[in-house]
């Protein structure tokens, strides 16, 4: 059984700063994409950043210049730095995962229970 457990939400003041984590875990052969997604109220959920195995990356137009995403391969574990927090960050993040499982022969998409950021004026 595959998991993705996120880490780090809480409570920011404006033009603070959060880390979050997504730790995977199960029997994984292998991780291809990752990302970073979040959800406001009342909102569709839209992507935030995404990272490949190979370390492309691309991120919303939003958060250019202040979030940074990145991912350890061998701890199967990917970050978002979350930098000149604004209100409008407010939403439940989720990390997203494209995985090989050991005794599969393809590629499947498994998300997080998502973690809620907060940011306050």
């Known amino acids: 059984q595959v998991q993705l457990v996120e880490s780090g939400g809480g409570l920011a003041q404006v033009g603070g700063s959060l880390r979050l984590s997504c730790a995977a875990s199960?029997?994984?052969?292998?991780?291809?994409?990752m990302g970073w997604y979040r959800q406001a109220p009342g909102k569709q959920r839209d992507v935030v950043a995404t990272i490949t195995a190979g370390g492309t990356i691309n991120y919303a137009d939003s958060v250019k210049g202040r979030f940074t995403i990145s991912r350890d391969n061998a701890k199967n574990t990917m970050y978002l730095q979350m930098n000149v927090l604004k209100p409008e960050d407010t939403a439940v993040y989720y990390c997203?995962?494209?995985?090989?499982?050991?005794?599969?022969?393809?590629?499947?998409?498994?998300w997080g229970q998502g973690t809620q950021v907060t940011v306050s004026s």
């Open positions: 997203y995962a494209s995985l090989l499982q050991y005794g599969s022969a393809r590629y499947q998409d498994y």
């Open positions: 199960g029997s994984i052969l292998r991780i291809n994409a």
